[in-house]
């Protein structure tokens, strides 16, 4: 088989809507794993497919990857965000941080301040020890399973009577036309209450995130008052974002 033969047989199984991985690959077109990873670097660089760990899925609009698919993606990129951000936060400040592998990383970081902290991830909660002086608010909700996060009906009533200094934010895509995106309806509307909920919005995203579009907006561009990446953005991307906010990058 040649290699865009079978890279068109990768592309009709992902596109059926199952993830596939590398071993599984190996064995059904009988190459190497060098070959088989490879064939997606390829596709994901054309944007046919997205890579995660271990595998690949479909690049399709709308699909969303599982928090633990999220979290060990680009980590070393997250944790130097975290400690920007982490920065900026004075004693005595009270912060909003939503769910997110980003926003967790922002929590460890944040973990010896003395601040308080609300959240809708009970990962994020769990992060405050018994020695920590950080004093922690969960927010109630539905449990969204995939993203680990507390949403909803009562997740946006408890934010509509609540107000803080800052607020993190986390998003799948952000992108100059759309905005601020994400793929589910239901977090759309929980992140457009934190958007509301804050003096200073600071959106958290990684390199990757920019130029991409969710299906559902959460804000636009304009609503957002820091942007905190990291180094590896695209010049043009970082020009778009700068148009509409203030950027802090990543050393």
Known sequence: MFPEERKAAILKLIQSGNPVKVGELC????VSES???RDLQEMDAASLIQRTHGGA?????GYELSFREKEIRLLDEKRK?????????????????DSGTTTLEIARALVHKEITLATNSMDIAQVFGDDSPVEVLVLGGAWRKSTRSLVGYLTNETLGRIHFDKVFLAANGVDGTLGVTTPNSIEAE????FVQAGEEIILVVDHTKIGQQGLYQICSLDEIDQVITDEAIEPESLEMLRSHTKVSLTP
């Open 27 to 30: 064995q059904q077109f009988e």
């Open 35 to 37: 070959t088989i990873r």
């Open 57 to 61: 899925i479909s690049a399709q609009l």
């Open 81 to 97: 965000i975290a400690k920007l951000a982490a920065d900026m936060v004075g004693a005595g400040e009270t912060v909003l941080l």
């Open 190 to 193: 929980t992140k457009r209450r």
